[in-house]
């Protein structure tokens, strides 16, 4: 479970709802909860929504996930890393989590095919990501350009 599914899943509850408007969860995220200011709190939200973990509908958003099986320690503070640097997970975690719940299966399972695919394929983890989501009928289009520049990425640092 990434930070960004545990701050999203603690405030879900904590408000004891499986629907909040987008100020609701803005204003609990800052007000209540303290944790950013309402800004930075929104950003949050953005992000949530950006790395499919929050569906938005008419100003109101729904977790993508079952918020039950994540687990939030009582003393849970997301840092500010939350939104940096684009604010979503990275690309492999974001496919993960979208393949697991495509498929239905939890997310070891999910990165076991990926690295099954890996394997099968020899090729970057994130094009066997993207191999097993599209497998999984996920539209992997909004992916194709990111992962490019995160493999890339890699070989211009070496």
Avoid: C, H
Avoid at 53 to 77: C, E, M, N, Q, R
Avoid at 111 to 134: M, P, S, T, Y
């Amino acid at each position: 479970m990434g930070e960004l599914e545990t701050a999203i899943a603690a405030i879900f509850k904590a408000k004891g709802s499986e629907k909040l408007g987008e100020r609701e969860f803005v204003m609990f995220a800052s007000m209540n909860k303290r944790w950013f200011s309402p800004k930075d709190a929104q950003r949050m939200m953005e992000a949530g929504v950006k790395a499919k973990l929050l569906a938005l509908s008419d100003g109101t958003l729904t977790p993508t996930f079952k918020v039950a099986d994540v687990s939030v320690p009582i003393d849970f503070a997301p840092s500010q890393k939350l939104f940096q640097e684009g604010g979503a997970a990275p690309l492999f975690q974001r496919l993960v989590a979208e393949i697991s719940r495509a498929k239905r299966m939890n997310k070891r399972e999910a990165i076991a095919a990926v690295n099954r695919k890996q394997e099968e394929a020899d090729v970057e983890i994130e094009v066997a990501a993207l191999l097993v989501a599209r497998e999984a009928g996920i539209d992997i289009g909004q992916y194709i350009g990111e992962a490019k520049e995160e493999i890339l990425g890699r070989y211009r640092q070496e």
